[in-house]
C-alpha cells in the first residue's frame, strides 16, 4: 500500500448488509460496491471480508485518494451519489467509516 | 498494499485515547505502538491518524500477516501481551478491531 503522505487519504468501510449471508441479493450488492472503483481518483481499492470476533460487520472497502480534494469529487460524484441514495441507505444495516491519514 | 489472498489476513485498529492531544503522554503510547512492527510476522504496518468526522477515534493501526497462524503467534507474542496488558488497556480510551480477507 503507497504510504499516505502529502496528503493522501485512505477511505475504509466496515459494514453489514440486511441481506442473509450468501443470498442473490448480497451478491448484487456487493457487485454494485465494486463498481465504485470506476470513479475517478480511486486508488488501490479493495473489497473484503470482515473475519473479526470483535465486531459484527461482514464486509470492508478501503480505497485511496491523492488529495481531500478527490475525495470530495469522488463523494460528489454522481455514481456515488446515486449508489448511496439508491442501494447504500436501503441495503446496509450498519457501518462505520474510517479515514486515515499520515500522521 | 498486497491483495488478501491465500490466507493473507490485515489487521486494523481505530483508537482513542485518554491522553491529550499533542501531549508528551500521546507521543510516549504512538511510540510504544510503533515498536509492535518488530514482532515476527507483522508485515505492512502503518500506525496513521484517523482524520473522519463520522467518529471519535483519533488513529488507525494496519498490520498484516501471511496466515492465521502468524497472528496468532503475534497476539500471543510476550511483547504484544505485555503491550496489551501495561499500556494499551490502561491507555485507550475506545477502540474497535478489524480483521480482513479476500472476499
Known amino acids: 500500500m503507497p504510504l499516505l503522505?502529502?496528503?493522501?487519504?485512505r477511505h475504509s468501510v466496515v459494514f453489514a448488509l440486511a441481506h442473509p449471508d450468501g443470498s442473490d441479493a448480497e451478491a448484487a450488492f456487493l457487485d454494485a460496491v465494486a463498481r465504485?472503483?470506476?470513479i475517478p481518483g480511486v486508488e488501490a481499492f479493495e473489497l473484503m471480508r470482515e473475519v473479526s470476533p470483535k465486531n459484527d460487520y461482514r464486509f470492508g472497502l478501503t480505497m485511496e485518494f491523492a488529495d481531500p480534494a478527490t475525495y470530495s469529487a469522488y463523494n460528489e460524484h454522481p455514481?456515488?451519489?446515486a449508489f448511496v441514495a439508491e442501494r447504500w441507505d436501503a441495503e446496509v444495516s450498519d457501518f462505520l467509516e474510517v479515514d486515515t491519514t499520515a500522521l
Request: glycine content about 10%.
Open 36 to 38: 465504485l472503483e470506476a
Open 79 to 81: 455514481d456515488h451519489v
Open 5 to 9: 503522505t502529502n496528503g493522501r487519504i
